[in-house]
């Protein structure tokens, strides 16, 4: 979950929102999970928290590192899941 400002009634309030397009991906909520699903959710959260769809140019560098960062990170996460006792399989 993140925070968010949202508008009510012209007054700023600050809620907690969850971001809808990232999906689970580990089991049960997931059957399989391909190298393109784990490189979309990164590139979702890499535009939720820059707040940019796509970079700039001269953010472009920085965009992509930040996305492969994060694919290599999840990849890793979710090879060493284990749940209830299980490694989940990938």
Not at 13 to 32: F, G, N, Q
């Amino acid at each position: 979950m993140t925070d968010g400002l949202y508008w009510t009634g012209g007054v700023a309030a600050y809620r907690r929102v969850m971001c809808r397009s990232i999906k689970t991906l580990r089991e049960p909520y997931t059957e399989h999970v391909t190298d393109e699903d784990v490189r979309a959710a990164a590139l979702q959260y890499v535009r939720k928290v820059s707040g940019f769809r796509a970079p700039a140019g001269h953010n472009a560098e920085a965009f992509d590192r930040a996305v492969e960062t994060i694919t290599a990170a999840t990849q890793t996460l979710l090879e060493q899941l284990e749940i209830r006792g299980r490694r989940v399989a990938r």
